[in-house]
């Protein structure tokens, strides 16, 4: 049975992979690539801040066909990646308290702390965490379980804290007492700029993340170009919108012109999503915000606003937990753009998905893990 | 009978028991003759049989285009047919859980009679027992399986050389997808059906071209990347698969984009993966196309070499990734 959709927009969609338009694309790439290199006598360099461009990058095979014409360097876009070891190992701490149901997005649980991770938490100590696609579901969680304290685990960028502030308005309206968030956020802004003025790492420009782009718009990156004069250019995420992004940042790099564009207008507005702002400002303020070894951020994660403490899953229940335990892994390098992922003396040797000492390791989204997937000699 | 439940006096071996399984098993399976004696006993021809036995459990039980009971045949027959061989008996093994609707229970169990005839195999034993409720999610049903190698048509593995085409015998993860969607995790995402289905009638034609196959796998759990691992692993093989030569249907696409899953590794249950001699891929593929399953069939990809056995990706950029097992399970990411 033939069960493929036909119509414009499957066309258009169907567009944004084509094979053909890709091999066309990547070689107009190149070309700007080399009229780079030619006039800067290295290859530009492009950090993405999205963990899902992260990974698509390396899947679709954009970065290994650019391996030498374009420096593309993986930044602190993917959440669980970017959360400082101490929350990862309170969130575990957690877990294992009598009486509790731990929701949280798949990608935590296998994410390692000082001691054990939720995953073992679970299969060892008999922790109940579930898996759910979404804060909602939680909340329906702690409505079905009105003896159990419901805790869900709030880690993500701008794109993951209207959803959670969705789901407090619901726990809200229902007038649930047994449902909390463990707020453990970040925002793009704030952590970009940190980025820039470290002065760390070279970025000549920006891949911007499409799906933060959505809520904050293309208004949320104007700073790049009116404050630090860099380029950036809003991406999707398939192959030849990866590519046509690319293309367009090194225009505006061989032109000089510090300028931020939304190649990805079928989905991201000029505005964003007031909307989604407005309710994420309504549960939530921001706060100054640790962040994995790049300590605290000001002004870089939300936390909840005293009205709403009574969801607050860190008044709630107060863990308290040791320094974290030191490891050889350069994650925090990893994420900031020092290094590639295979500078790391534990990569593919101590460290794998099976058995991930950092969390870039763990998550489809970290640098490590689509580095050991796809790009790996 | 029918508006029951199961209960544990079912399991007790007496008149109820008696009744369950002539009124629910016997006579959907047809094997009265055989269900006089302890074991079925049964003509075997000359040559190698394949034996196999697998044990099924999904949940929910009723899925999309698919139950546990056409599952736990589909799988058993075509577990035998990707051996090269012709499905002939099965045996059906119950366990299931005191309260359990018996009016579920035949739809089942019919299920399991219609799948079985379409392969023309018979189920010629088989076996209750109940459990307390609660323990085990409804029922659960091993099958094992024996079937016939005809000498003149058998797989050959050990020809594999390079140039050798890879076929896969349609779009992949379709039943991974319609469990997800019966879980209720994918909300009104899709309404895909699962692809449970026996191979056999397809494959029969296959092997009705004369074409030299020399090996199958049906890609199930782990997906079409477990299956192409492990043949490239036991048989020394380099494989190289073309990316956007992989059918995938929209929906599958969709969800895995959505949740960050990769359709490589999600199971189907009615598809094939045949490596075949490089000069009868043609008439293989007309095979396959002119069966109902297997009409989006296609080339995926080619032996490149022999020796270190390994699954390479070839994107559209010519970019080339190793394919590796799954590490661990696949999870549903943050955004």
Redesign the interface.
């Known amino acids: 049975m033939d069960t493929a959709v036909r119509s414009p927009l499957a066309a258009a969609l169907a567009q944004t992979k084509d094979p053909v338009l890709a091999r066309r694309l990547l070689d107009r790439v190149k070309d700007l690539a080399e009229r780079f290199i030619a006039r800067h006598g290295r290859p530009a360099a492009i950090m993405e801040v999205c963990g899902s461009h992260t990974h698509a990058l390396a899947e679709t095979g954009v970065k290994d066909a650019l391996r030498g014409a374009v420096r593309l360097i993986s930044g602190p876009g993917c959440p669980v990646c970017v959360t400082d070891q101490a929350e990862i190992d309170a969130m575990i701490a957690l877990a294992e308290g009598q009486g509790r149901i731990i929701a949280t997005f798949g990608d935590m649980l296998r994410v390692p702390g000082s001691r054990g991770s939720l995953m073992k938490a679970k299969v060892e100590k008999g922790a109940d965490v579930r898996v759910v696609y979404s804060p909602s579901d939680a909340v329906r969680i702690a409505a079905e379980h009105p003896d159990r304290e419901v805790i869900f685990l709030g880690v993500g960028f701008e794109t993951t804290i209207p959803i959670l502030a969705a789901a407090v308005a619901e726990a809200e309206a229902l007038g649930l007492r047994n449902f909390s968030l463990w707020m453990s956020t970040n925002l793009v802004e704030p952590v970009m700029r940190h980025l820039l003025e470290s002065g760390e790492v070279r970025i000549d420009g920006f891949l911007l993340p499409g799906h933060v782009a959505t809520v904050i718009g293309r208004q949320g990156f104007l700073f790049l170009a009116e404050e630090y004069r860099k380029p950036g250019v809003i991406a999707g995420f398939e192959v030849n919108e990866l590519l046509s992004s690319l293309y367009l940042l090194l225009e505006l790099l061989l032109a000089g012109r510090a300028e931020v564009l939304n190649n990805y207008p079928s989905v991201v507005r000029e505005d964003g999503n007031p909307a989604a702002r407005r309710l994420m400002e309504r549960y939530f303020v921001p706060v100054d915000q640790p962040w994995r070894e790049m300590g605290i951020i000001p002004q870089s994660g939300m936390d909840f606003r005293e009205a709403y403490a009574r969801f607050d899953a860190k008044r709630k229940f107060p863990v308290r937990v040791g320094k974290p335990k030191p490891t050889a892994c350069r994650c925090g390098e990893v994420i900031r753009g020092l290094i590639e992922p295979d500078a790391c003396p534990l990569f593919g040797r101590a460290c794998t998905p099976e058995h991930a000492i950092g969390p870039c390791m763990v998550s489809s989204e970290g640098a490590c893990a689509a580095h050991y997937k796809y790009l790996r000699a | 009978m029918s508006s029951q439940q199961v209960s544990l006096e079912h399991g007790e071996g007496g008149e109820l028991s008696h009744k369950l399984l002539r009124e629910v098993f016997v006579s959907r399976f047809g094997h009265a003759e055989e269900s006089k004696w302890d074991a079925a006993r049964l003509a075997v021809p000359e040559g190698r049989i394949a034996l196999t036995t697998d044990t099924f459990t999904l949940q929910p039980l009723f899925v999309n285009g698919c139950n546990i009971g056409k599952l736990a045949v589909a799988g058993t027959v075509n577990d035998l047919t990707v051996s090269g061989a012709v499905p002939r008996y099965l045996t059906a093994g119950f366990v299931i859980e005191e309260g359990f609707p018996v009016r579920d229970l035949v739809t089942i169990v019919d299920a399991m009679a219609a799948e079985a005839q379409k392969s023309g195999v018979r189920i010629v034993a088989g076996d209750t027992k109940i459990v307390k409720r609660g323990t085990i999610g409804g029922v659960i049903i091993n099958t094992a399986g024996v079937g016939v190698i005809p000498p003149e048509f058998d797989l050959h593995p050990e020809a594999m050389r390079e140039g050798d085409a890879v076929i896969v015998s349609g779009p992949i993860g379709d039943h991974a997808v319609a469990v997800l969607a019966a879980r209720g995790?994918l909300g009104v995402m899709t309404d895909?059906?699962s692809d449970c289905t026996s191979l056999y009638p397809m494959i029969r034609r296959v092997r009705e071209t004369g074409a030299a196959i020399r090996f199958m796998r049906d890609p199930t759990r782990g997906g079409l990347a477990t299956a192409l691992v492990e043949i490239a692993e036991d048989f020394g093989a380099e494989i190289e698969i073309e990316?956007?030569a992989v059918p995938i249907?929209?929906?599958v696409e969709g969800v895995c984009?959505i949740?960050?899953y990769d359709p490589l590794y999600f199971a189907s249950e009615g598809k094939a993966v045949l490596i075949v001699a490089e000069a009868d891929a043609p008439r293989v593929l007309q095979a396959l196309r002119e069966t109902e399953e297997g009409k989006?069939a296609a080339v995926i990809g080619r032996i490149v070499g022999r020796g270190e056995g390994k699954v390479l990706l070839k994107?559209?950029?010519?970019?080339r990734?190793?394919v590796?097992r799954l590490?661990?399970m696949q999870?549903?990411?943050?955004?």
């Open positions: 995790e895909l059906p990316q956007e249907r929209p929906e984009e949740l960050g989006e994107s559209a950029l010519g970019s990734r190793r590796l590490q661990g999870l549903p990411r943050i955004c």
